[in-house]
Every structure is written in structure tokens, then in C-alpha cells.
T-cell receptor
């Protein structure tokens, strides 16, 4: 266990559905991240939150909407997704966001399938 | 922009030594990290090189040469449990495509 939990672990949704992914970290970290991991592709950074403020948004389509209500919780709200959005969505946290020297702790991911 | 390249797959036998390379095209690069990910598991941090040279952590070592835009992860005394994917990443949170290591008995 890394101290980062994600729910649900698996999700199947239709293109018209609305769903949310949840991430919780129990490490007292100040930065949280959403990544997309697709087969044969590099891990893609989607969003970065530092002290509950979004500090980075890597040109992610608006059908993905993050929310960080406090430093321990991070959500990814999904609506009108496309089949190509099917992937493993990973949440991570680090002590702060001063660069990669800060070890990132990843959750187990949510395997999302869009039909 | 940045891009990091790794071999897609490496195979080795138990007890052997294997080197996984990572070459990068980048601007404003400061350091390189390595992560391990078992099938169905979360990526776990292995090491970070903020300076040129070799960093050793038990059976795993990592090397960086910024003048050559190159780094590698060295795994010694391979064990079956080392079978996993390994990926490098920059401090801009750009990652390589990952190298799948298969260790055979």
C-alpha cells in the first residue's frame, strides 16, 4: 500500500454517462496529480493540484473536470467521454510540487472502459 | 517540449545484470527519475538523479549524463520479482513509454 487509494478500481460507462473518480491520500502531502495511462503510450500528466489550487492543466479536454476540495482528496469528474478515453487513470501525490525530486506516490488506478 | 525514449522490452535470466536506457530530447532538463510498475499495480518510485553520475540503492543503480542527454537504470542480481515495467521521467513530469523487463529462471 502506498497511502494513496482510488475508487472505483474498475468502471464501465457509456458515452452519455456522468461518473466521478475519487482519490484519497493519507500521507499529508500537499500536491496531487491525475495521470492517464494507455497501452503502448507514455504516462500522460493531466492535472496538478498544489495546496488545493490547480497549477497545471495539460490541454485536457473539458469532458474531464478535476476537483480538489482539500489537500487529501482529488476527484476527476467525467462526462460525455469517448471510447478513446478508455485507459487506466492514476492518481498520485507528493510532499510538494517542486519537481520530480519529490517522490510521487501512486494509487492503484481506475481502469476505465467507455462503450 | 520534451520526449524520453526507452526500449520497449528487455529480457534476462535470474542472477544477471540488465541495463535499461533512457534518452531524452528536452529543454530545461534538471533530473531523471525511475519508476517500477508491476502488471496491475501502481508505479513505485525507484530513484532520482539530480546530478550527473551514479546513484546506488541496493541492487538498483541509476545513472545520468546530462551532456549526453542519457540515463540508465541498472538492475543487478536479477530476481523473478523484478519482472515489471520500468519507466523514466523528467522533472517536467514527462515520461518515457516504459520498458517491460522479463526475468526468466
Amino acid at each position: 500500500e502506498t497511502g494513496v487509494t482510488q475508487t472505483p478500481r474498475h468502471l464501465v460507462m457509456g458515452m452519455t454517462n456522468k461518473k466521478s473518480l475519487k482519490c484519497e491520500q493519507h500521507l499529508g502531502h500537499n500536491a496531487m496529480y491525475w495521470y492517464k495511462q494507455s497501452a503502448k503510450k507514455p504516462l500522460e500528466l493531466m492535472f496538478v493540484y498544489s495546496l488545493e489550487e490547480r497549477v497545471e492543466n495539460n490541454s485536457v479536454p473539458s469532458r474531464f473536470s478535476p476537483e480538489c476540495p482539500n489537500s487529501s482528496h482529488l476527484f476527476l469528474h467525467l462526462h460525455t467521454l469517448q471510447p478513446e478515453d478508455s485507459a487506466l487513470y492514476l492518481c498520485a501525490s507528493s510532499q510538494d510540487r517542486t519537481g520530480f525530486a519529490n517522490e510521487q506516490f501512486f494509487g492503484p488506478g481506475t481502469r476505465l472502459t467507455v462503450l | 517540449g520534451q520526449s524520453l525514449e526507452q526500449p520497449s522490452e528487455v529480457t534476462a535470466v535470474e542472477g544477471a545484470i540488465v541495463q535499461i536506457n533512457c534518452t531524452y530530447q528536452t529543454s530545461g532538463f534538471y533530473g531523471l527519475s525511475w519508476y517500477q510498475q508491476h502488471d496491475g499495480g501502481a508505479p513505485t518510485f525507484l530513484s532520482y538523479n539530480g546530478l550527473d553520475g551514479l546513484e546506488e540503492t541496493g541492487r538498483f543503480s541509476s545513472f545520468l549524463s546530462r551532456s549526453d542527454s542519457y540515463g540508465y537504470l541498472l538492475l543487478q542480481e536479477l530476481q523473478m520479482k523484478d519482472s515489471a515495467s520500468y519507466f523514466c521521467g523528467s522533472d517536467k513530469l514527462i515520461f518515457g513509454t516504459g520498458t517491460r523487463l522479463q526475468v526468466f529462471p
